[in-house]
């Protein structure tokens, strides 16, 4: 059986590695979550233009009902 040995000097290297690594890990999530929010933005920003036209297309149209009506 082979064992391997951990010299004293390298633990504070493997913790650093540990934290970096986490780190990383945080700073890509981060990063995921602003993309998808940004998407979501988007999507909000399109879904409201498209309500204010057919909001103005529905005023259009009531007032040319309101006209007919005697």
Do not use: C, H
């Not at 990063?31 to 297309?57: A, F, G, H, P, V």
Request: net charge positive.
């Amino acid at each position: 059986m082979k064992r391997n040995i951990v010299r004293v000097e390298t633990i504070p290297y493997l913790s650093l590695f540990d934290i970096n690594k986490e780190w990383l890990d945080l700073k890509i999530k981060r990063t995921e979550l602003w993309d998808s929010i940004r998407e979501q933005r988007r999507e909000m920003y399109n879904i409201t233009i498209k309500l204010n036209e057919t909001e103005k297309k529905m005023a259009g149209v009531i007032i040319k009902l309101g006209k007919k009506i005697p």
